[in-house]
């Protein structure tokens, strides 16, 4: 099956040909095609197996990535120059192309990318949490998965695939599939992950959660006894599972 990558910085992952967005894919994630529409395909993608439907503008050729992006975002510059006009933005986890490297600065198709916001495909961080942290401020976007605006699970799914660690987009997959189970009342740690009923979110320390969520409206830190109080007042429920990478 032909591959095909992502060729604008954030796509909107439909659940139907102009249908509701569910997820979104970043500037060189791969896809295969399974279906088409008018001006539409139907895909899955390659890193988390998420089906949907995208416009087939946004769709190219696979060429073999080189860098991935693990800034929280960067800028694409007409020249290897800082000051050189910039024509667009890629968030953390976008996949890129180099053919070489000038003055700092990762020569793409795109144009030119400062390479110390970039690594070689291949190459992992090896904390999920604290890549969780570099999205501190990002707003909140239902099915977001971009440093322009992530939600729950885009968080979770950030954090564990620039880690190598494997992680579906939605909270109800990422229960079901990532990690081991804990006993209740069993003390947190710094990398487990509560889940509600629709929600999850990263325990950065004793008492304190790290998540996206509708009530800030964004990336944020939360005292941990605090948001499992709101949640469950707010009508969402109990903590459904304690999880352990």
Request: glycine share 10%.
């Amino acid at each position: 099956m032909t591959r095909h990558s992502i060729i604008k910085p954030v796509v909107d992952l439909m659940r139907a040909p102009d249908g509701p967005r569910d997820r979104q894919l970043l500037y060189g994630d791969t896809v295969a095609v399974t279906d088409t529409a008018d001006g539409w395909k139907q895909i899955k993608a390659d890193k988390d197996g998420y089906r949907g439907w995208v416009r087939s503008n946004q769709l190219g050729l696979h060429v073999p990535a080189t860098h991935w992006i693990t800034a929280p975002a960067t800028h694409i510059y007409a020249q290897p120059d800082m000051k050189s006009p910039d024509s667009a933005s890629l968030s953390f986890g976008s996949k890129i192309t180099a053919s070489s490297e000038k003055n700092g600065f990762l020569e793409t198709g795109l144009g030119f990318i400062p390479a110390v916001h970039a690594k070689p495909v291949g190459v992992t961080l090896t904390d999920p949490v604290a890549v969780a942290e570099l999205f501190l401020g990002t707003p909140y976007l239902w099915g977001g998965n971009s440093r322009f605006g992530l939600d729950c699970s885009g968080l979770v799914q950030a954090g564990m695939l620039a880690c190598g660690l494997p992680c579906p987009g939605d909270s109800g997959d990422q229960e079901r599939e990532v990690g081991r189970t804990l006993p209740d009342g069993t003390p947190p740690q710094r990398g487990d992950l509560l889940f509600w009923k629709g929600h999850v979110a990263w325990v950065y320390a004793e008492d304190m959660l790290l998540h996206a969520n509708a009530f800030h409206m964004d990336v944020t830190f939360e005292p941990m006894t605090q948001a499992i109080a709101r949640i469950k007042d707010q009508g969402d429920g109990p903590v459904t599972s304690q999880k352990r990478l």
